[in-house]
């Protein structure tokens, strides 16, 4: 693949989604780093390239463009609105040193009131088309079930916002509900800690950037939660069975909605999902054989909050995404300044169809 191989498919793809509705736009390639980085979450935060301008502070180059589309569109756009562009972005690849560091996306991003079903649909159906003749395999999942549950768990507030910002790190996630469920024994050195009368006695000269009463605030939290009871075990049992959903859409729902009895929280959630199968039918998804993993999308943009999918290249297990997108209503309240609106979205990674075309991994 050559640059401007991938610029003219990159090309291509726009006028696509230009024709499906969509208005052309542009972004900067700098953005502010200061008031957006935080918004992506932990993985893009440590992938950014990061510099700084004498004049605006720190800055990135754009690591995507829906969170500068949502400024521009919280900013200045009417409603509803389809947006298109195409561009390279920037991340870092420590991980992955043989994936691009820069690479063109382009993208489609709907900002509408009247149906978030018909959106997600929408958005899905129009990736689906465009991408037919690729041999890819389209997967979803709904954050928007997954936080329903953890807000519905009966635990501390503390706890619960744990788990929540946890939620896109399934690792500590599974580490944070043994250690919450009493599954696993307090470590001995935090045992000593938080019985010790003076937790500073025989602490040592103070070294490091908390002060006394930093570290005291700390102790006396990790007591409180120490004091938390264990999250009862069929609550536990409820989460895990939820993580493991994953079949095709209408097993997934009736399977969702069994466990809603049970976790009355998710209801309203697993509720959407459902008019989201049926809106996908209606636009010739076949809903039917499309698979819903209710673990898709928890390593990805933390600003997603509902639906979220995938199109996977399974003959290169070591790629990313092809194509990946889902819906951010958060982030345009967090970007809106006072205002929101429903939003969906996503991005194809055009190199990589120029890669398919050339014969790999097709
Ligand atoms: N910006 C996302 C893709 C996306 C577009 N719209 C919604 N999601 C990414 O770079 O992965």
């Given at each position: 693949m050559t640059t401007a191989e991938n610029r003219a498919k990159a090309a291509s793809l726009k006028a696509r989604f230009e024709a499906a509705g969509a208005a052309p736009v542009d972004c900067a390639v700098l953005q502010p780093a200061e008031v957006l980085?935080?918004?992506?979450?932990e993985d893009v935060r440590t992938r950014a390239f990061v510099t700084s301008d004498p004049v605006r502070g720190e800055v990135m180059?754009?690591?995507?463009f829906t969170v500068p589309v949502v400024q521009m569109h919280m900013a200045e756009g009417a409603e509803p609105a389809r947006y298109t562009y195409a561009g390279e972005v920037f991340r870092r690849q420590e991980d992955h040193p043989e994936r691009a560091a820069e690479y063109f996306q382009v993208g489609y991003e709907v900002f509408d009131r009247e149906s978030p079903a018909a959106a997600d649909a929408e958005v899905f159906a129009l990736f689906f088309e465009t991408l037919k003749d690729y041999h890819l395999s389209p997967v979803t999942g709904d954050i928007g079930i997954l936080t329903a549950a953890v807000q519905g768990l009966q635990t501390s507030e503390p706890r619960r916002a744990a788990l929540m910002r946890h939620i896109w790190r399934p690792r500590r996630f599974r580490a944070l509900l043994d250690r919450y469920a009493g599954r696993v024994p307090m470590p001995a050195s935090r045992a000593a800690l938080l019985s010790a009368?003076?937790?500073?006695?025989?602490?040592g000269p103070m070294i490091g950037l908390r002060g006394e009463d930093e570290i005291r605030q700390r102790v006396d939290a990790l007591r409180k939660d120490a004091d938390t009871p264990a999250l009862p075990s069929e609550q536990v049992s409820l989460i895990e069975a939820l993580l493991k959903v994953s079949e095709a859409c209408p097993f997934a729902l009736e399977h969702l909605r069994d466990l809603a009895v049970d976790m009355p929280a998710i209801s309203v959630a697993v509720e959407q999902f459902g008019a989201r199968c049926d809106a996908m039918a209606e636009r010739?998804?076949?809903?039917?054989t499309l698979a819903f993993d209710a673990?898709?999308?928890?390593?990805?943009?933390?600003?997603?909050d509902g639906f979220v999918f995938g199109f996977l290249n399974r003959q290169q297990p070591?790629?990313?995404?092809v194509a990946t997108g889902g819906r951010y209503d958060a982030l345009t309240r967090q970007l809106g300044q006072g205002k929101e609106i429903p939003a969906v979205g996503a991005v194809i990674r055009a190199g990589l169809l120029v890669d398919m075309d050339a014969g790999a991994g097709a």
């Open positions: 980085l935080d918004l992506y979450g180059l754009r690591p995507d009368d003076n937790p500073l006695d025989g602490a010739g998804v076949d809903v039917d673990g898709y999308g928890r390593s990805s943009m933390e600003y997603y070591n790629w990313p995404a």
